[in-house]
């Protein structure tokens, strides 16, 4: 709950990432608040007065999973918003701001994004969306504690740095500082 308000106002792929965690653990603990609580709130929280809001936070996730049939697969509808918004910001940054820096990462990415969108069956997906999955897949890698070859490896911090890139203008653009847009 407080690491998900922190990553939205620092770096919105990191907030996106952290929810989809998020949805991947309502799913696996079977939309269960008493074990989500169990075993994942009460073993990190310093003490347990925080525990109703995350319960109350948890319980309004699970709600709206269930509400917007987010069952098996899908997103909530934050993390869709964010979405667009990134998307939005990267069409403005190719098409209206015609930004080289941006157009040249993207440049350097487009094999990867490419391979990646054929490999995780993403064919109709916009390129932010493959970027952000891109990213999911490589943090859920490390969780699980799998390998990734050198090949993947660079193929990920290709799309990694126009992300970042694209992260980095999307809180300027959200703070109001729109010399960078101009």
């Known amino acids: 709950m407080l690491v998900a308000q922190q990553k939205q106002q ?6 996106v990432l952290y929810l989809f965690q998020i949805e991947d653990l309502i799913r696996s603990l079977n939309f269960d608040i008493d074990r989500i609580m169990e075993s994942v709130v009460r073993p990190s929280l310093p003490d347990r007065s925080f525990e109703g809001q995350y319960r109350k936070w948890y319980t309004d996730l ?20 964010a979405m667009k918004e990134l998307v939005f910001l990267h069409n403005t940054l190719l098409s209206v701001k015609d930004e080289n820096k941006y157009k040249s990462l993207c440049k350097n990415s487009t094999s990867s994004i490419e391979e990646f969108r054929g490999k995780a069956s993403m064919k109709n997906h916009h390129d932010v969306e493959i970027l952000i999955h891109a990213m999911h897949m490589k943090l859920q890698f490390r969780l699980r504690k799998k390998e990734i070859t050198q090949e993947t490896e660079e193929a990920l911090d290709t799309m990694r740095i126009q992300l970042a890139f694209l992260v980095r203008e999307y809180h300027k653009m959200k703070s109001g500082d729109y010399s960078s847009m101009q």
């Not at 620092?10 to 907030?15: D, H």
């Open 62 to 81: 699970i709600q709206e999973m269930k509400r917007s049939n987010l069952i098996k697969k899908g997103h909530l509808d934050r993390v869709m918003e």
């Open 10 to 15: 620092e770096n919105i792929a990191e907030y």
